[in-house]
């Protein structure tokens, strides 16, 4: 069974460039199965998807984050990665990272990492 | 704002069935049978509940069932427990660049 363990700073200043690292176990991130997508939820708020890559390097990105957001993958670490340049408050989130479907079904989800936006 | 509504809230006494509605448009809901639901309780991962509309992952409770006519899916619950109070998400493949798209979320009470 696939698990994935995020991982990164949990406190980044406003205008700096956020990075997250999810480690995949359990099966390889090079399988043709799923892509391997991102999605956070502000607190108390609801969850918002943020993009996604297949092991190919084709990316999917929220249209409304998508000048912000690099997806990438290491298969040789078996690890893909979130950067989110420019944050503000309003990054302030649960990052969880997770596998997708190709019908969009998220099966496997990180346990989430909160990352505050402040100074 | 986001791609897909839900309500707010719902709420249902245990034993009762309760509907959770999901709106989108033929670009989403209403043009793919990819919609999926996930349960969230709090503090947790979400948990994906339903796929594909209307199909179970192993595990899952047969009291929880998915349809879709038109545009809307819907979650239904039957044979509410206590435990099944949580918020409850719809996604839906989207044909956009962006391939997923979320709804606001619903907040289910047992009362």
């Known amino acids: 069974q696939l698990q994935l363990q995020e991982s990164g700073p949990g406190l980044v200043k406003p205008s700096e460039t956020l990075s997250l690292t999810c480690t995949v176990s359990?099966?390889?991130?090079?399988?043709?199965?799923?892509?391997w997508g991102w999605i956070r939820q502000p607190p108390g708020k609801g969850l918002e998807w943020i993009g996604s890559i297949y092991y190919s390097g084709s990316t999917y990105y929220n249209p409304s984050l998508k000048s912000r957001v690099t997806i990438s993958v290491d298969t040789s670490k078996n690890q893909f990665s979130l950067k989110l340049s420019s944050v503000t408050a309003a990054d302030t989130a649960v990052y969880y990272c997770?596998?997708?479907?190709?019908?969009?079904?998220?099966?496997?989800w990180g346990q989430g990492t909160l990352v505050t936006v402040s100074s | 704002q986001s791609a897909l509504t839900q309500p707010a809230s719902v709420s249902g006494s245990p034993g009762q069935s309760i509907t959770i509605s999901c709106t989108g448009t033929?670009?989403?809901?209403?043009?793919?049978?990819?919609v999926s639901w996930y349960q969230q309780h709090p503090g947790k991962a979400p948990k994906l509940m339903i796929y594909d509309v209307s199909n179970r992952p192993s595990g899952v409770s047969n009291r929880f069932s998915g349809s879709k006519s038109g545009n809307t899916a819907s979650l239904t619950i039957s044979g509410l427990q206590a435990e099944d109070e949580a918020d409850y998400y719809c996604s839906s493949y989207t044909s956009s660049s962006t391939l997923e798209v979320f709804g606001g979320g619903t907040k289910l009470t047992v009362l």
């Open positions: 359990g099966g390889s991130i090079s399988s043709s199965s799923y892509y």
């Open positions: 997770a596998t997708v479907r190709g019908t969009a079904a998220i099966d496997y």
């Open positions: 033929s670009s989403d809901v209403g043009g793919y049978n990819y």
